[in-house]
């Protein structure tokens, strides 16, 4: 099974650390790519795969980008923030782990929370990027680390 993109696996984290419920109709929604469009659930998480560093020719060792996008309820400014705090709680100082078939062994904050505007029904629109380094289960020409 080929690796995901990190965005895939830091889903799966912040779901796990109930930050939010994948595609989630009811409290803080968490989609992949793409901010629905429909008013599904007011609060949402969006996590997008924002490249990264290139990938090491030699060594199986990628650290790729995610750009996480959070918006808020109506007049919910304080709210969209203690949620973006929640969600670098959940992601920095992470342990060596496996995600899916990915070990992760960091995650680092490369932008802090930025308050970007309202948007057109007055929800805040905030946004963080965070560099992941990991080592993918497979890589056809490239020597695992361990």
Same mark, same amino acid.
């Given at each position: 099974m080929p690796t995901l993109g990190a965005a895939d696996d830091f889903a799966t984290e912040l779901s796990d650390a109930g930050v939010g419920t994948?595609?989630?109709?009811?409290?803080?929604?968490?989609?992949?790519?793409? *901010? /629905?469009?429909?008013?599904v659930s007011e609060k949402?998480? @969006?996590?997008?795969? #924002?490249? &990264?560093s290139p990938p090491n020719p030699k060594?199986?060792?990628? *650290? /790729?980008?995610?750009?996480i996008r959070i918006r808020g309820a @109506?007049?919910?400014? #304080?709210? &969209?923030?203690?949620?973006?705090?929640?969600i670098k709680d959940?992601?920095?100082?992470?342990?060596?782990?496996?995600?899916?078939?990915?070990?992760y062994v960091g995650i680092v904050q490369i932008s802090d929370i930025l308050f970007l505007?309202?948007?057109?029904?007055?929800?805040?629109?905030f946004s963080m990027l965070f560099r992941a380094m990991?080592?993918?289960a497979t890589g056809t020409n490239r020597t695992a680390l361990s």
């Amino acid at each position: 099974m080929p690796t995901l993109g990190a965005a895939d696996d830091f889903a799966t984290e912040l779901s796990d650390a109930g930050v939010g419920t994948l595609a989630g109709t009811s409290g803080w929604g968490i989609y992949i790519g793409q *901010e /629905p469009d429909i008013d599904v659930s007011e609060k949402v998480i @969006v996590l997008y795969d #924002a490249g &990264g560093s290139p990938p090491n020719p030699k060594w199986l060792f990628e *650290e /790729p980008t995610v750009r996480i996008r959070i918006r808020g309820a @109506v007049q919910g400014y #304080a709210a &969209g923030y203690t949620k973006c705090v929640e969600i670098k709680d959940a992601l920095l100082g992470l342990s060596p782990k496996t995600i899916a078939t990915t070990r992760y062994v960091g995650i680092v904050q490369i932008s802090d929370i930025l308050f970007l505007n309202n948007d057109d029904k007055n929800r805040p629109l905030f946004s963080m990027l965070f560099r992941a380094m990991r080592e993918p289960a497979t890589g056809t020409n490239r020597t695992a680390l361990s």
